[in-house]
């Protein structure tokens, strides 16, 4: 009963709050990054990604997931099958590499992916984030299969190819990494002699 | 009193780098006086010093042991004489009182909400709207305004120096240091009766969940659940009201070990927009002040505690 109250309450908070009209929200914040350097304005204003799962706050409706899953599998770019999987050892230090894209960070600073910031990924690690799920023994999991690596290049490239509104970054396709580089993370989890796969704590 | 200040702020310039130093000056201090409140608090910058070294280790397995240490610590040094914060206090009185700008007046007749001068108790409703300004502004937007409009001010060096570092202190940090110290222990209730201080929070509830620049981060991807962490960061749920948004209402602005700084929300926001990889916020731009409002609107109730101290 308590529970079924407080449930009707959780639905009820989106009704009781009043949507601003968003031309006045984005005034407000391009107003308030009015200061931005000229190659960082694109970073103020949204796509249409964006825009959609701002406004729902990640709860797409199904036609517009349907359409964001659409242009997210559209936007992938895959290299070939021999270029999938790259080096672990660097792809462990790209997982490990929170730097890049701050403007605190040196000009030429190169972008980590910062996997461990949201992942679990190899047991030994402790210091993992829990915004996403645990990728430990993640190709294991998965036999291996190059199939999987390939979806798995994918999703990192841009996550919304299964999720529509995910809170991974795009990686890919906002150049953040490199195909290469995603290839070494991919091979952070798939490769068999990846700590990923081989950890037992 | 001002001695102290002064000869506190020289050791904290040093910053830290070499406790053995520190030691030396308080064995100095020690052996020329007879010990007294020099030594003692020189004591307490050098524990404080530790502490941050302690802050220092990030990610790794230590920083668990780390962050508890902190709160060992934080419950040690809960004592207005050791929290170096109280020097961005005190060094905010002086500024306050202190004869400024081409009208050469102090701020004193600097009207925060409550009326010309009335310190007590106006922090605990900032932000808020102000009919002579017509604008929702928070309290570094009204001191900025005061500083203009009363003293004439030219403001430009003012906002040079928002955020300090070690050696190069902020007028703004130490007033906003000293005027939120005058509501401690005061009850924050956030000001929402006027239709723009609704639409403040609707529009900074609307930022927290807008999702932009090359990560696709919202405010809300990191502090929209519970119980989540970055790495071994614990990351406050502001999605809902409660005690985890009172904490974080109640506890700005707050001397950060980690920095060696007293910082305000302004800064706290303008940090979480840098590793967001948003281009920094213009300092007391409207942005910051609606999520500062989304923030007050959850945090309403909280008992205020400021300058407290965090890592």
């Not at chain 2, 929290?83 to 400024?100: C, I, Q, S, T």
Request: proline share 5%; aromatic share 6%; net charge neutral.
């Amino acid at each position: 009963m308590v529970r079924i109250f407080f449930l009707a309450c959780l639905l009820a908070l989106p009704a009781l709050a009043q949507t601003p009209d968003p031309a006045r929200v984005e005034a407000v914040v391009a107003a308030s990054f009015a200061s931005a350097p000229a190659g960082w304005k694109s970073r103020v204003t949204q796509d249409a990604l964006q825009e959609i799962c701002s406004l729902t706050r990640n709860q797409p409706s199904a036609a517009q997931a349907e359409a964001i899953t659409a242009a997210a599998k559209a936007s992938v770019v895959l290299p070939p099958d021999s270029a999938i999987i790259g080096d672990w050892r660097n792809g462990e230090k790209i997982a490990q590499n929170g730097q890049g894209g701050q403007f605190s960070d040196a000009p030429g600073t190169v972008s980590g992916g910062n996997c461990y910031a949201c992942h679990q990924m190899a047991l030994s690690e402790i210091s993992y984030g829990t915004l996403g799920p645990s990728l430990s023994k993640y190709g294991k999991l998965r036999d291996f299969e190059l199939a999987d690596a390939r979806a798995t290049f994918a999703k990192i490239f841009n996550p919304h190819v299964t999720l529509a509104c995910s809170t991974m970054p795009r990686f890919g396709l906002n150049k953040v990494l490199t195909a290469q580089q995603i290839a070494d993370v991919v091979a952070f989890l798939f490769d068999p002699a990846s700590p990923v796969n081989t950890d037992t704590k | 009193m001002r001695r102290y200040v002064q000869h506190s702020e020289h050791i904290l310039i040093f910053e830290c780098d070499n406790v053995k130093l520190l030691f030396a000056v308080a064995a100095e201090i020690g052996a020329a006086q007879g010990g007294g409140t020099e030594l003692l608090n020189l004591l307490r910058i050098m524990v404080l010093c530790l502490l941050g070294s302690a802050a220092n280790l990030r990610a790794q397995p230590a920083d668990v042991d780390g962050e508890k240490e902190i709160e060992r610590y934080r419950a040690m040094i809960n004592d207005p004489m050791a929290n170096p914060g109280y020097l961005a206090v005190d060094r905010g009185e002086v500024l306050w009182a202190m004869a400024r700008g081409g009208k050469n007046v102090s701020l004193e007749k600097c009207d925060l909400g409550a009326g010309p001068g009335v310190l007590d108790g106006v922090a605990a409703h900032l932000p808020r709207y102000f009919a002579d300004a017509d604008q929702v502004m928070d309290l570094e937007q009204r001191l900025l305004h005061c500083m203009r409009t009363l003293q004439g001010l030219d403001t430009k060096d003012v906002i040079a120096r928002r955020f300090g570092s070690p050696g190069k202190t902020s007028d703004m940090e130490d007033l906003v240091a000293f005027i939120g110290n005058k509501s401690l222990g005061m009850k924050y209730q956030a000001s929402l009766s006027h239709p723009k201080e609704r639409e403040m929070a609707n529009i900074g509830e609307a930022m927290f969940y807008r999702r932009s620049a090359i990560n696709d981060f919202a405010c809300a991807t990191c502090h929209g659940d519970d119980g989540r962490r970055i790495r071994l960061q614990a990351l406050p749920d502001l999605s809902k009201p409660g005690a985890t948004a009172r904490e974080v209402m109640a506890s700005w602005p707050a001397y950060r070990v980690s920095q060696s700084q007293t910082r305000t929300m302004q800064h706290r926001l303008w940090d979480c927009y840098r590793q967001m990889r948003m281009p920094a916020p213009d300092y007391a731009s409207e942005g910051i002040t609606a999520l500062t409002m989304y923030l007050a609107k959850l945090g309403d109730g909280a008992t205020i505690n400021v300058p407290s101290i965090k890592r």
